[in-house]
């Protein structure tokens, strides 16, 4: 019973949902969801240790990320409000694009006030996904950070730890039309060990891009499977199948 409470509270779903869960991602192991909570326990106290002292000490993955505007596409497993920590404390200016499930604001609001105290930068934390011009103005200046897999409609289908998942050509497109480089981001814990990954620059090309950027998620959620966000994923599969 205790566990059973540990795991809803620190996942948002229950034990039974995410086993319903790892049917539809075989991968995630038969029964994912105290290995969830042991990751999602450990994930917040890593963020709020690096919170209170300042220090974003993440294993790099890949390339650092430059000083041009970019467009990050990433996705919900791990965190993408310690994502955009991460990019910020290297003075990367980075805010997220909000859409129906990371809206965060409410919960971190007092966190971006704590982060800046330490790392102060004149650019805004998140942005409205749906108001595409003031996007492309923001990558005059900025970055972005859009998830990738909660496309609008349909999406482009790619597999995902033995099932599959809808992506977004959304934010793809807005760095093409941006005209700004465009690249897979995570922040994950493979192995408990908190890992920013930063895949190559995408294609210009939507579907080429979507290939590619699907490529690295793969890898990432391979990494660390009970990373994935239970209550977005759980969304996800039950619409899929209704």
């Not at 390339?63 to 990050?72: F, H, L, Q, S």
């Not at 993408?80 to 859409?99: I, K």
């Not at 971006?112 to 998140?126: C, G, K, M, Y």
């Not at 920013?196 to 090309?205: H, K």
Request: net charge positive.
């Amino acid at each position: 019973m205790l566990a059973a409470r540990r795991v809803r509270r620190l996942t948002g779903i229950s034990i039974e949902d995410w086993r319903e869960l790892s049917g539809r991602f075989p991968e995630l192991a038969p029964d994912p969801g105290r290995l969830a909570a042991h990751s999602r326990a450990r994930l917040t106290r890593l963020a709020a240790r690096s919170l209170a002292s300042g220090r974003w000490a993440v294993a790099l993955d890949g390339d650092p990320p430059g000083v041009d505007p970019t467009v990050y596409v990433s996705a919900h497993i791990g965190s993408l409000q310690a994502l955009r920590y991460c990019l910020r404390a290297r003075a990367v200016p980075a805010a997220t694009l909000l859409g129906p499930f990371n809206l965060e604001r409410s919960a971190a609001e007092w966190q971006d006030r704590a982060f800046d105290r330490r790392h102060p930068i004149a650019f805004p934390h998140f942005f409205p996904a749906a108001n595409v011009h003031r996007l492309r103005t923001a990558l005059r200046s900025g970055s972005l950070i859009a998830a990738g897999d909660l496309p609008a409609r349909a999406g482009l289908e790619e597999s995902l730890l033995g099932g599959m998942v809808r992506l977004d050509p959304r934010p793809f497109r807005l760095a093409r039309t941006a005209g700004v480089a465009c690249r897979p981001a995570f922040l994950t814990l493979p192995e408990g060990r908190w890992t920013l990954t930063l895949g190559e620059p995408l294609p210009d090309d939507e579907d080429e891009a979507v290939r590619a950027f699907a490529g690295v998620y793969r890898r990432v959620a391979k990494a660390a499977p009970v990373d994935l966000d239970g209550v977005v994923y759980l969304q996800l599969a039950r619409g899929a199948r209704a």
